[in-house]
């Protein structure tokens, strides 16, 4: 992989981003993790800054990392073209993170709990969101330009480069939504039904975006890791087509329904389960299939580890999905699992780039414990969230409000604290692996 002195200093900026990101939701992670845990719980002081915190938490760790990377990707892809641009996008969303990062210490309060991007409804938070969110427009416009999608070239590069294009337009459609969402509200709402409808019709195309993005990771650590790993170029591009025809129908579902009804939240729901799950399905079946057929390169075996851990987590977040009835802590298990899928990859992937980069090489042996570390954690985490709420714990709770009132309840929650714990270690461990890599020899 070549890239240009420039580019190579904008896609280190989006990847340190990213990782200073995981860094900070990695501290506010324990913190929710000890919130949650039986017995722990009750000696944790601070409780109350529970709500205040996952709100930053999921922010960081899933908004801005996965914007960040997605920045990665496109830098990488659209080479020299527009990088002026490309390191204004980088310095408005730098600034928007710290603003979020910041805001709870510097007296940001009235955390809300709305899907995809909860907020703190407050003038310091939501002044690093807008400004986040110039940076994210500013990016998505240079990377459809930068990336035309009609001239993706041939083969199997060309295959990926096709679904980064892809994922560039949809995120220009998630960012439409935001604004027809905000246009359409009807007045008078309350703050948290008022963002739960401006973030609900975007934030279901972000997922599919960061979907397609993992895919592409997918299919490049595949090649990495098997050289004579081949998928045809066409099926490649139908993967993705699949998943951007669900996004291009999205405005006219605001055409259809009006955004306060139960058929605009469903409409959007189905196009993210149908759009992305058969695309998900085959991809991984393929890959699968390939690793245990195809000999593997000599020095990947941590990208074996980050890729095998994607999918089996994503698969799982996707299976415990199925069994969502009601509002309990089962959603947050599915999403987890899901989220999880896509951050596994990106790690596996800044493992390949770090010496790409210019920085050394990650410990190989290191990279791949922190890898199953991680996941590990993550899958026991899900597992006790998705046993608890078929006892019925409900879901954005903590403390004495979340009712373990029996022994089934305690032991499943008590799971998810022990995968929880485990999975941040799994997390320090990744940034000590990169934080090391990126230290100068």
């Given amino acids: 992989m070549n890239l240009e002195p420039r580019v ?15 860094l900070m939701a990695g501290v506010l992670a324990i913190l929710l993790v000890v919130s949650r845990t039986p017995y722990i719980q009750n000696v944790i002081p601070w409780i109350d800054f529970f709500h205040t915190a996952l ?25 020299d073209a527009m990088v002026a641009p490309g390191f204004a ?8 993170a710290l603003v979020i990062a910041l805001s709870p210490f510097i007296g940001a309060k009235n955390p809300l709990q709305n899907n995809y991007i909860p907020v703190l409804d407050d003038p310091i938070f939501l002044t690093g969101l807008v400004i986040f969110f110039v940076g994210f427009i500013l990016l ?16 199997y590069d060309g295959g990926l480069r096709f679904g980064v294009s892809s994922a560039a337009i949809v995120a220009l459609l998630a960012i439409v939504s935001f604004y027809l969402s905000i246009r359409s509200i009807p007045a008078g709402v309350k703050p948290l039904s008022y963002y739960e409808m401006v973030f609900w019709a975007g934030g279901h195309l972000l997922q599919l975006m960061h979907t397609m993005m993992m895919l592409v990771v997918w ?8 050289r004579d790993f081949a998928f045809n170029r066409m099926l490649l591009i139908a993967v993705f087509a699949l998943v951007l025809a669900a996004a291009l129908f999205s405005p006219m579902v605001f055409l259809m329904y009006s955004t306060d009804s139960t058929a605009h939240r469903d409409m959007f729901t189905d196009l993210m389960e149908y759009g992305v799950g058969p695309s998900v399905v085959v991809s991984a079946l393929v890959i699968v299939a390939g ?39 089962i959603i947050p298990a599915h999403y987890h699992g899901v989220i999880v899928g896509v951050t596994l990859a990106y790690m596996g992937f800044t493992y390949y780039l770090l010496p790409h980069l210019g920085y050394r090489e990650p410990s190989f042996r290191l990279a791949r414990i922190q890898t199953y570390v991680y996941g590990s954690g993550q899958f026991l985490h899900i597992l006790g ?57």
Avoid at 140 to 155: F, H, T
Wanted: proline fraction near 2%; hydrophobic fraction near 60%.
């Fill in 8 to 22: 190579v200093r904008l896609v280190k900026g989006w990847l340190i981003l990213g990782v200073a990101c995981l």
């Fill in 55 to 79: 709100v930053v938490h999921v922010d960081l760790s899933v908004l801005i990392w996965f914007v960040a990377f997605a920045g990665v990707l496109w830098s990488m892809y659209s080479g």
């Fill in 140 to 155: 998505a416009l240079r990377s459809v330009i930068a990336l035309p999608i009609l001239k993706a070239p041939e083969g």
């Fill in 291 to 329: 690793l245990m057929r195809n000999e593997k390169a000599p020095g990947t075996g941590h990208l074996q580890a980050a890729l095998i851990s994607s999918i089996a987590l994503f698969a799982a977040g996707g299976l415990i999905g199925f069994l969502i009835e009601g509002v309990n802590v």
């Fill in 219 to 226: 299919f490049f650590l595949a090649r990495v890791i098997m």
């Fill in 385 to 441: 969230l998705a046993l608890a709420g078929g006892y019925g714990v409900q879901r954005k709770v903590a403390g004495a409000a979340q009712g373990l009132d029996s022994l089934k309840k305690l032991l499943s929650m008590g799971l998810m604290g022990i995968g929880g714990m485990v999975a941040v270690i799994g997390g320090v461990l990744f940034l000590v692996v990169t934080i090391s890599a990126m230290k100068k020899t």
């Fill in 89 to 96: 996008a980088l310095g408005f969303a730098g600034a928007g």
